[in-house]
């Protein structure tokens, strides 16, 4: 199962009391207050983890409690401080306080620790209120309470490639090929129905990762089939391979199922319809009209996008996909850290 959404509540421990207590030594009739502080209550922290992929550990899971703190004792003892609890996420979990929507945290690295609720404050004890004129103070403090919050956590895949298509265009199948994922395939609309993301291997311990999403229609931005929810899996990609199935026994206009993905991309968000795309004409096995695959690489052309054509079945294209999907991913790359020296360099 995949779990992108989840609900906790983290709660942090309350500082410990402190006390009232006086002195009581031998040969010392009237000991001063002596009365110790509440230790600090422990906090929640989150912190993000490379090893994990969902957020599905927190879905049974959903209260984090750190411990309290421990009172004061006599003998102007400090009470223990609680214990912190902290609640790993993998990278890419967004954190929302409920109450207010807002974004509180964006995991974008491994290892951030991220302060989710803090420990109250030890009261303190009598030792802190003796004054000249009020030598034995029969008072404390009690300790603070803990934050309490409830945080809607959401993971974003963060995948270097996203692929959108129509349903059937043969998404699952490619990644199926160019990675180790093995997603349902079959010949019927809305196969998938959670992503799946894929890691391809280009040696030399290089990677790039892909998200495979559910099959876009026409109006998913208003809801239709299973809606556009999914591509928030593709926003944070860096490249979109675009898959138009071109074979023949589809039935289906390229250059129309083209357009309307796009305008689909656009209405979700302008950006997306920005990004970098690739088409990618699918199935070319099973072409028996060129014409079909012409057109939509005349459309790419007029459009400035590069075009590409393959057939998952029998591997035709496939290595060259990858070598192109790798080649622009390091040219996006090398731009981005341009505009970044850039930046720095107008400060
Ligand atoms: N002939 C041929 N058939 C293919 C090729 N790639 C995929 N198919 C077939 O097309 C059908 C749909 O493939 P999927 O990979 O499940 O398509 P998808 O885009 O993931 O579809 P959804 O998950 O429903 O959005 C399956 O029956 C595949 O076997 C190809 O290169 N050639
Ligand atoms: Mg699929």
């Not at 010392?28 to 983890?49: A, I, Q, T």
């Not at 860096?238 to 898959?243: A, E, R, V």
């Not at 289906?252 to 968000?269: G, M, Q």
């Amino acid at each position: 199962m995949f779990i992108d959404r989840v609900k906790i509540k983290v709660m942090a421990g309350d500082g410990g009391d402190g006390v009232t207590a006086f002195r009581r030594e031998k040969f010392v009739p009237r000991g001063g207050p002596s009365g110790g502080d509440g230790g600090v209550g422990g906090s929640v922290w989150m912190e993000s983890d490379e090893g994990l992929n969902t957020l599905l550990h927190l879905r049974y899971n959903p209260e984090h409690k750190a411990e309290r703190g421990r009172h004061g004792e006599g003998s102007n003892r400090h009470g223990r401080d609680g214990e912190d609890a902290t609640i790993k996420v993998p990278v890419g979990t967004q954190v929302f306080d409920v109450e207010t929507e807002d974004l509180i945290f964006d995991f974008t690295k491994a290892g951030q620790r991220f302060l989710a609720a803090k420990g109250g404050k030890g009261g303190w004890g009598n030792q802190h209120f003796a004054t000249p004129t009020r030598r034995a103070p029969k008072f404390h403090y009690t300790g603070r309470p803990g934050e309490e919050k409830e945080l809607q956590l959401e993971l974003k895949l963060i995948a270097d490639v996203g692929l959108v298509g129509f349903p059937n265009a043969g998404k699952s199948t490619l990644i199926s090929v160019i990675s180790a994922a093995k997603p349902k395939i079959a010949d019927y609309p809305f196969t998938t129905l959670e992503p799946n993301l894929g890691v391809v291997d280009l040696g030399e311990y290089k990677t790039f990762v892909v998200a495979d999403i559910p099959g876009l229609i026409e109006g998913a931005s208003e809801g239709a089939g299973l809606g556009d929810r999914f591509l928030r899996h593709v926003e944070r990609t860096k490249l979109i391979l675009h898959l138009v199935d071109v074979s023949s026994i589809s039935g289906r206009n390229p250059v129309e199922d083209y357009e309307i993905i796009n305008r689909e991309l656009a209405n979700y968000n302008q950006d997306l319809a920005e990004r970098p795309q690739i088409v990618v004409a699918t199935k070319i096995d099973a072409l028996d009209e060129p014409e079909r695959l012409e057109n939509l690489r005349q459309k790419a052309a007029q459009d400035g996008k590069e075009f590409l054509e393959i057939s998952a079945v029998t591997n035709k294209g496939t290595k060259e996909l990858i070598s192109v999907t790798s080649q622009k991913l390091n040219e996006i790359k090398e731009s981005e850290i341009d505009l970044n020296q850039h930046i720095d360099d107008v400060e």
